[in-house]
């Protein structure tokens, strides 16, 4: 049996988050954030709890703090408590992006390890965790 692991879904649209926990339900525990202030309360009360989270799936566009904003607080947050196995942050977002790279670049140099274009389908979701190295429950 795989071992579980958990994961923190931020995204302000609740049909979303329901995709993504139907998507995700069977990879491990999933908890959940409406916006980007809530998501990284939640990924620094795991961090002390001694619970951290596995993967992070982030909306870009929300209120009161972006993805954006929220994935460079927690890459400070994980620097500033000197986490050397840093969590896997994937982007998730229905806008499109530049068909240069320059914005796609940007997010791999903040840190992030993957960008999505919503809808978010299962098939790509078990091809890049099982490149992250997470299995299946089961």
């Avoid at 799936?57 to 993805?67: K, Q, S």
């Avoid at 460079?72 to 840093?86: G, T």
């Avoid at 998730?92 to 274009?117: P, Q």
Wanted: glycine share 8%; with cysteine.
């Amino acid at each position: 049996m795989a071992e579980q692991f958990s994961m923190l879904v931020v995204d302000d649209d609740q049909l979303c988050r329901v995709i993504l926990q139907g998507v995700l339900s069977s990879y491990g525990d999933i908890h959940f954030a409406k916006n980007g202030k809530q998501g990284l309360q939640q990924f620094q009360d795991a961090y002390e709890k001694g619970q951290p989270y596995s993967v992070v799936f982030m909306d870009l566009v929300m209120p009161e703090m972006n993805g954006w904003q929220a994935v460079l607080k927690i890459r400070e947050l994980e620097a500033r408590l000197n986490i050397h196995q840093k969590t896997k942050i994937v982007i998730a977002s229905s806008k499109r992006y530049d068909k240069g790279g320059e914005i796609l670049e940007s997010f791999k140099e903040a840190g992030v390890d993957l960008f999505l274009e919503k809808p978010v389908a299962s098939s790509h979701v078990d091809g890049f965790m099982m490149s992250f190295g997470y299995l299946k429950k089961g």
